[in-house]
């Protein structure tokens, strides 16, 4: 927005203020000794009325911004330094902290005492430049600056003559010196009047045509000084804002008041959620899978990628092998697929194990997870029965959470009613129960179970398959999460099946877990949840692999952890000063 137009918009709503406070006198005119000032009727609107009090704040912002220029055009340092001290508190609550200018502001106070020559030359108005004759037309440094370098680089710029050196040196010789005569041409041909530009009756009557007809169209939707309500909207369309948005207006009031009360506005927070441990709202999140590159360089692991490891048992993530088996041609419900796509996978894996499990993910409401599948999108609701018919578009409906929810209720049933070869046994979650194909399998240790999510759920079954006597157990999974928690397991051997497609490999979380040690493989959970999760915030600009690298040269934070995945009850103050030293480390490592 131009000067002239900031002019015109303070000046009409400065139109509108009065005609409304006139308004009020005439309304109050028997009413003798009880009538306020100006200044008070505009205190008593603004706490009691959040449309005055933003058409105020809005007026009164605009008139800083006027100020601020005519500081410059007159080259009045005292007004720039006392209207850029006015500025601070503006810049600071619109989050416009950059443009606010502290140091700037400390100096140029600063300057009478140490530098006191260059404080008079400054009151002199030699803060900024005069270019011309005419009054009230002194510009800042940095525009003139920006004026001669558009002199000097002509109409065509400087484009180009960067790649020719002889170019270049005669232009930076010459152009200057060029510019200057021309510039000096220029001023012999027009001798200027003294009077500004605009400083003229046809100019001011053109301005105040344009502010009475701005203030006539206003005045036809609704003069916002004269809103007796409590609420806040806009003038032709009246949406009403939420009420956040008066909250932080009154915010805002109050950091433009040096008397106001510090411990009430600090009792406010100045957004929804802290910036701390969100992202504008919402949790922010790092790249989990930089993690395993941190892991497998920790000493040598070997990673299978063509045949798999010889394992006794194996765990399967159910809701990944649902979304790497597409209903390639079914086309008609969901008992074709999973009588012909499903549980034919099932049993080819059943061929290499004694035991195969199946563990599902729940979806529970206000879960801390709803933020994570939210950003994953939303599909249309379909009861999931034998007779459905098959979704066309199978992705479509994986995204909405009931669907899932019955998709793997319905399929865990299947499960259930398998008869496995003799030797050979499948276990499947059902919500919080467990089926097993062997009814004489004891399942106490592994319902009820009312994990939410696989990750953690597929522990259990592991845990459960080392109780039976299984030594070489596989997981399958494409989370960076279940590797985590695999190697904080102390398990003979362990393998996780992780990714598809070419980045498939089975990564030995045991080999892993003897390379850390005993005490990091412990508490690694611990640090992955720190540092950044599914439901846990990562730290600004720093990822997996940043952490990870402080985590090796602070090795108090080891002993933290170990602590803290004791569980105790109480939270010690030394764990707190441990954790906060390693955010420090973070940011700063000296």
């Known amino acids: 927005m131009g000067v002239a137009s900031i002019f015109q918009s303070g000046h009409h709503r400065g139109v509108l203020q009065r005609s409304a406070y006139q308004q009020y006198l005439e309304l109050h005119a028997e009413d003798d000794g009880n009538v306020l000032s100006f200044t008070a ?25 006027l100020q601020l220029v005519k500081s410059l055009r007159e080259g009045s340092f005292h007004l720039y330094i006392e209207t850029l001290a006015k500025l601070v508190p503006w810049m600071c609550a619109l989050d416009r902290t950059h443009y606010s200018l502290p140091v700037h502001i400390r100096d ?5 005492r140490r530098h006191p020559t260059v404080y008079q030359q400054f009151q002199q108005g030699h803060f900024t ?20 370098n558009d002199l000097i680089k002509g109409e065509g710029g400087a484009v180009g003559l960067t790649e020719s050196p002889t170019a270049l040196l005669r232009w930076m010789v010459a152009g200057p010196e060029i510019a200057r005569i021309v510039n000096e041409f220029d001023e012999y041909q027009s001798k200027e009047p003294e009077k500004h530009h605009e400083q003229s009756r046809a100019t001011q009557a053109e301005f105040m ?3 009475l007809e701005l203030v006539e ?27 956040s948005a008066v909250q932080t207006l009154k915010i805002i ?9 510090l411990t009430e506005f600090f009792s406010h927070e100045n957004q929804a959620c802290p910036p701390s441990l969100s992202e504008m709202g919402k949790l922010r999140h790092c790249s989990k899978s930089d993690l395993l590159s941190c892991l497998q360089i920790t000493g040598p692991v070997p990673v299978i990628t063509d045949i798999g490891p010889s394992v006794e048992a194996e765990v399967l993530d159910g809701a990944a092998i649902v979304h790497m088996l597409p209903p390639r041609g079914i086309r008609t419900n969901f008992s074709d697929y999973a009588g012909l796509v499903f549980i034919p996978h099932i049993r080819q894996r059943l061929q290499h194990v004694q035991r195969l499990d199946i563990v599902w993910n729940r979806y529970m409401p206000d879960s801390l997870k709803q933020s994570t599948r939210e950003s994953r999108g939303s599909g249309r609701r379909r009861k999931v029965t034998e007779t459905t018919p098959f979704p066309r578009n199978w992705q479509s409906f994986l995204q909405a959470d009931s669907n899932k929810a019955e998709l793997f209720e319905f399929l865990a049933n299947r499960l259930s009613e398998e008869t496995p070869p003799r030797g050979k046994e499948i276990v499947t979650t059902l919500g919080a129960s467990v089926k097993c194909t062997d009814h004489d399998r004891d399942t106490s240790k592994l319902e009820p179970c009312t994990h939410e999510e696989a990750d953690t759920h597929i522990m259990i079954h592991v845990a459960d398959c080392v109780a039976q006597g299984y030594q070489k157990i596989s997981i399958r999974t494409i989370d960076t999460d279940v590797v985590v928690l695999a190697v904080s397991l102390d398990i003979l051997e362990l393998w996780v099946a992780f990714g598809t497609g070419k980045s498939f490999k089975h990564i030995g979380a045991h080999n892993i877990a003897s390379n850390l040690g005993r005490e990091r493989s412990t508490c690694l959970p611990l640090f992955h949840s720190l540092t950044g999760c599914d439901t846990v915030s990562s730290f600004t600009g720093r990822g997996k692999k940043t952490c990870w690298d402080v985590w090796g040269m602070f090795e108090p934070l080891t002993q933290c952890l170990l602590h803290l995945a004791s569980v105790p009850v109480v939270l010690e103050a030394d764990d707190l000063g441990t954790i906060q030293r390693f955010v420090v480390l973070l940011y700063s490592r000296t």
């Open 217 to 243: 169209v206003i005045q036809t939707v609704d003069n916002p000084f004269l809103d007796d309500g409590k609420d806040l909207l806009t003038l032709d369309t009246k949406v009403v804002m939420d009420n």
């Open 209 to 211: 045509k344009d502010v």
């Open 41 to 65: 009727w505009c205190e008593e609107q603004s706490n009691d009325h959040p449309q005055f009090l933003y058409w105020c704040m809005t007026l009164s912002l605009e008139l800083l911004v």
């Open 253 to 261: 009031e109050a950091c433009q008041s040096r008397s106001g009360n």
């Open 129 to 148: 430049v005069q270019k011309t004759e005419h009054r009230f037309s002194s510009i800042a440094l940095d525009q003139n600056h920006e004026q001669l």
């Open 108 to 112: 140029m106070v600063q300057l009478e």
